[in-house]
């Protein structure tokens, strides 16, 4: 067995925030599918300007002032997620099939009965799903190029064998999958066990599930049914797991000695954040709707629990072994970029309501924060990788009697600046449904499809980075709601 590592508490702290803390999480909590009630889904999620829906809450305020009468809502959805990865030519798909809460809401309506002044007050109270992290991806192909335990030795460069980290390099170590550089006698380099050998069968697994939702404390003015004026508190909530798993198998026995190896790991992130959001509607004639808002940015508190494991198994028995790493905790802050909302309805002979939603979303301005660590590379990352996005929203509504149809569509545009790989990584939503309306009730179900394409990395940076995989996946949303009038 080599000699067991030692790790300074230091190195530990500086290694975790580089491998866990960093763009990509930023981006996860930034970039939001919102969910919401049926009615709001069915249309694209675009409700900005036309409020009396439970769901402009989470774009603007000011539509709960558009509430005639008190208002009680409860929304369950249903997820089936498909995702497919091409990488080196090989294909791989995966599934994930979760419920879950997209919406509950009570909005209090408190008429003021004054017709030439302010009309009624209404305030609210809500939860809307931001984010579904659930998913599984799998990934499959035989890599000719590289290896993870590159990756491993490249992150070793500059430190003797124990002074390696207890989360990567280390792991690789004890493990017999990284060996010291023969070339170099400051000993502080590494090699891969099968440098320059390659051929191996590479399989990953990742398991991702959670959830960012957001709790709203509205308040809405509605003057004269002509301007309406909204604020609220939202207070967020996140939970995020990802479990990895990554093996390397020489199944055509091209690697000597070498038999395969398998690399987990482990994140839980757990958090939450508040934002503030004010807005305004202007109806110039009846059937016209101008609306407009602005959201801060939402200041997270978070925490990450984590750890790694790896397996190796080579002919030498004495070689294969099981070794873990430390479990590990950081805590740091993140904040949201800015976002701005303008919104054009329009309501048609009282039986059809046509929205439209633009939304300006600037990514670089997310940054990540700590009182033990500065976040300079993943910070300038955020500010290079990423661009101001423009996301677009359409829906659409037809009357017929009691019953109601609905269909809409949303473009979210990439976040990723023109240099990115993911540049062209957009996501579109299509969806539709129908409702039905009493006097005192109503009952309302819809469809969504969210679809989005990406390139994934298995291992990068440090100057050793995986062959992309494409990854696309569709995710099928099914939300009824139930709603009671009083």
């Avoid at 280390?170 to 050998?197: K, M, Q, R």
């Avoid at 805590?331 to 976002?339: A, G, I, L, R, T």
């Avoid at 054009?344 to 033990?372: C, H, P, W």
């Avoid at 609905?406 to 409702?435: E, F, Q």
């Amino acid at each position: 067995m080599k000699k067991v590592f030692i790790l300074i508490g230091v190195l530990v702290m500086v290694t975790v925030t580089l491998n866990a803390q960093n763009e990509i999480d930023a981006l996860r909590y930034s970039y939001n599918i919102p969910g919401g009630t049926a009615r709001s889904m069915a249309m694209g999620g675009s409700f900005g300007a036309l409020g009396a829906d439970a769901s402009s809450i989470i774009f603007n305020p000011a539509g709960m002032g558009v509430f005639r009468t008190s208002d009680f809502t409860f929304s369950p959805s249903f997820v089936l997620t498909n995702t497919e990865a091409d990488f080196l030519g090989s294909r791989a798909d995966d599934y994930d099939f979760n419920f879950n809460i997209n919406n509950l809401s009570y909005i209090g309506s408190i008429p003021i009965n004054n017709e030439n002044g302010l009309t009624s007050v209404n305030l609210g109270m809500s939860y809307n799903q931001l984010n579904n992290f659930n998913e599984n991806v799998l990934i499959e192909g035989k890599n000719t190029y590289n290896s993870m335990t590159d990756w491993f030795a490249a992150n070793g460069s500059g430190y003797k064998f124990d002074q390696l980290d207890s989360f990567y390099s280390g792991l690789a170590w004890e493990a017999f999958l990284i060996d010291p550089n023969p070339a170099d006698t400051t000993n502080t380099s590494f090699v891969s066990a099968y440098y320059d050998n390659y051929g191996q069968t590479q399989k990953q697994y990742i398991s991702r599930s959670g959830s960012q939702g957001e709790y709203n404390f509205a308040a809405s003015a509605n003057i004269m049914h002509k301007l309406y004026i909204g604020a609220s508190i939202g207070l967020q909530s996140i939970r995020y797991k990802e479990v990895k798993v990554l093996e390397e198998i020489d199944s055509e026995d091209n690697i000597n000695d070498f038999n395969s190896f398998s690399f987990k790991e482990s994140l839980e992130t757990r958090g939450s954040g508040i934002n503030f959001k004010v807005g305004l509607l202007y109806s110039p004639i009846p059937w016209v709707r101008l609306g407009g808002s602005v959201q801060t940015p939402t200041f997270y508190d978070l925490r990450d629990s984590y750890f790694t494991s790896v397996s190796s198994s080579f002919e030498d028995a004495d070689k294969s072994v099981n070794w873990d790493s430390p479990h590990g905790s950081f805590d740091y802050e993140m904040n949201s970029p800015f976002k701005a909302n303008a919104s054009m309805g329009f309501i048609i002979a009282k039986q059809a309501l046509v929205n439209l939603d633009y939304e300006y979303v600037d990514y670089t301005m997310a940054r990540l924060r700590s009182d033990d660590y500065a976040f300079f590379n993943e910070n300038t990352n955020i500010r290079n990788e990423y661009k101001p996005a423009h996301n677009i929203k359409l829906g659409l509504e037809y009357r017929f009697g009691p019953i109601s149809f609905r269909a809409g569509g949303a473009y979210y545009d990439t976040p990723y600046n023109s240099d990115h790989i993911n540049k062209d990584a957009y996501t579109l939503v299509y969806s539709g449904g129908i409702g039905i309306r009493s006097e005192f009730m109503y009952f309302d179900v819809a469809y969504a499809s969210v679809n989005s394409n990406n390139y994934y990395y298995m291992y990068e940076g440090i100057s050793v980075t995986s062959p992309a995989s494409e990854i696309a996946k569709s995710q099928n949303r099914i939300i009824t709601t139930v709603g009671f009038k009083f």
